[in-house]
């Protein structure tokens, strides 16, 4: 079973960054597809950013220009990092993964929050 485990959440001032990770553990084949979510109270989860096996990216308009998402493809890992953060920023992030193990598989982390606020 693959497991999927974000770091890096936080408190942060407006205007301040933060970096979320995420690491896939299991016996993994290919990671062939990962996005970020996140939820603020009160919301739907929305899709924030994705990135594909080939390094295409999505982003959602809000975090243009100021988000990134990346991948470690040997490492099976994937990164947020975060600029310019906002107070609308704030929710919890979750990272979710399309891949093959023994066999396909998608997963959900468990969520990390991101409070930005003074």
């Known amino acids: 079973q693959v497991q999927l485990v974000e770091s890096g959440g936080g408190l942060v001032q407006p205007g301040g960054s933060l970096r979320l990770s995420c690491a896939a553990s299991?016996?993994?084949?290919?990671?062939?597809?990962m996005a970020w979510y996140r939820q603020a109270p009160g919301k739907q989860r929305e899709l924030v950013a994705t990135?594909?096996?080939?390094?295409?990216?999505y982003y959602t308009d809000s975090v243009k220009g100021r988000f990134t998402i990346s991948r470690d493809n040997a490492r099976n890992t994937g990164s947020l990092q975060m600029n310019s953060l906002k107070p609308e920023d704030t929710a919890v992030y979750y990272c979710?993964?399309?891949?093959?193990?023994?066999?396909?598989?998608?997963?959900w982390g468990q969520g990390t929050q991101v409070t930005v606020s003074s």
């Open positions: 979710y993964a399309v891949g093959a193990s023994q066999k396909p598989f998608s997963s």
């Open positions: 990135i594909t096996s080939g390094g295409s990216t």
């Open positions: 299991g016996s993994i084949f290919s990671l062939n597809f």
